[in-house]
C-alpha cells in the first residue's frame, strides 16, 4: 500500500513552488499526494519565518497533534524557512515532530521518510534533521509536477544575498543562486508540453538574475519568445537593480503582464539606510516616473513596512506621503517584526505595539481609497 502525505503550505509563492518540488520528490519515490490531511500517513508543514506571526501560525497549528498518542499520530516533518531557522530546537518546543529539513535539503525528504518508516518503533523515537544543506540539485525542478493545470511558477534564483537588516531570508534560504537560463527555459517548454500556458518566475529578486552573460532583461525577452507561452510574470523586483533597459525590456515582451512588483519599504531616507535598502526616497520615485513614461499603462504595486526601529512620525509621514504621492494599485503593509539573527536585531524594537497598528491601518486606509479611486477611473 502506497504512503500517503499531506502537504500544509505556509508563506511566499517560493514556498507554494517548493512544495510541488516536494510533491515531485515524493511521487517519484512512491509515495502518493492526499488532499485530505485526515488520511495522511505523514503530514509536512512547508514554513515561512518571515515575521513573528508566520512563525505563530504553523505552531498552533502543529499544536493540534500534542494530544494524539504516538501511535496514532501520523509521521510529522516540519520543512522549509522554519526548519532551518529553529533547526533542532523545534524537537525541544513540538516534541512530536518526527523530522525537520531546512529549504535547501529538499532533495533528501523522501530518503528521511523511509528511514522513519522502516526505524520507527514505539520505544524508539528516531529524530532526523537536516540543515546544513547549501545546494539544490537541478533534477528537482523537473518532477512535472504542477498544482495547477494552467498556470506554473518557475523559480529562477534561489535564496537572496541582499540583507536588509530587518529581513531573515538570506539566514533560511542562503545566498543568491541563479540556476542556468537553458534550465529554466527547458522547464518552462517542459510544462508547456504538459498544457500550462500561463507562468510567473520567482525569485527574492529577480532583477538581479545573471547566468553566463544573460542578465533578467534578457531572460524575460527569451522567456517571450516561447512558442505555445501565453502570458508571464515575474516577483520580486528590488528598486536598486532596476533600470531604464528592464523597464524597456517589460514593455517590449507582449506576452509578459504590465505589472511591477516594487517594494519600498519606507518612505525615509533615514530609515531606508537603516534597512540596508541601497536606495533613496528619490532614487525609487524617479524610478516610478521613468517606468511608468517606458511602460504605458503599466499597473505598480509595493511592500511597506511600518514601525522598523527608531521610526518617528516624521519618518511615517515621509512613507504615508510616498503612498500618497505615487498612487500604486496596490500595497502590503506590515508591522516590523523582530527576526533571529538580523542587523536590526541589535536596534531597539521601540515603536510600541498601538503605535505600529495605528500606522498600519493609516496607511491601509489611505491605500484603499487609492485603490479604489483607480478602480473607478
Ligand atoms: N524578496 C522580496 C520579498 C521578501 S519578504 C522582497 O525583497 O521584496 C516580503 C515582504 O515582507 C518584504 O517586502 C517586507 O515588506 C516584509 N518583511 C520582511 N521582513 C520583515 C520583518 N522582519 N517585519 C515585517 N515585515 C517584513
Ligand atoms: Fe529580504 Fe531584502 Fe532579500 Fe527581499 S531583498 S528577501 S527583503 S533581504
Ligand atoms: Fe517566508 Fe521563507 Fe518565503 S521566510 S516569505 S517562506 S522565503
Known sequence: MKINTYIYTFGCQMNVR???VIAGLLVNNGYQITINPDEADVILFNTCSVRQHAEDKVWSELGRFKKKDKQNRPIIGLVGCMAQNYKEK?????????????????RKIPQIIDNLINQRSPLTQLKIWQTNGTWRPEEIYHS???????HAYVIISEGCSNYCSYCIVPYVRGPLRNRNYKDILREIEEAIDKGIRKFTLLGQ????????GINFNKLIRLVNEIKGLEEFGFITSHPKDATEEFFKAISDCQKLKQYLHLPVQSGSDRILKLMNRGYTRGFYLSLV???RKIVKRGSLSTDIIVGFPSETEEDFLDTYNLVKDVQFNNAFIFKYSVRP?????????NVDKKEKERRHRLILELQKNISKGLNEN
Open 144 to 150: 512535472g509536477f504542477y498544482q495547477d493545470k494552467e
Open 205 to 212: 529578486n529577480v532583477n538581479a538574475y545573471e547566468f553566463d
Open 341 to 349: 539573527n538580523t542587523e536590526a536585531e541589535k536596534l531597539p524594537d
Open 289 to 291: 516616473d521613468r517606468y
Open 18 to 20: 517548493d512544495s510541488e
Open 90 to 106: 523545534v524537537f525541544t518546543r513540538a516534541p512530536y515532530v518526527d523530522f525537520i529539513v531546512g529549504p535547501n535539503d529538499l
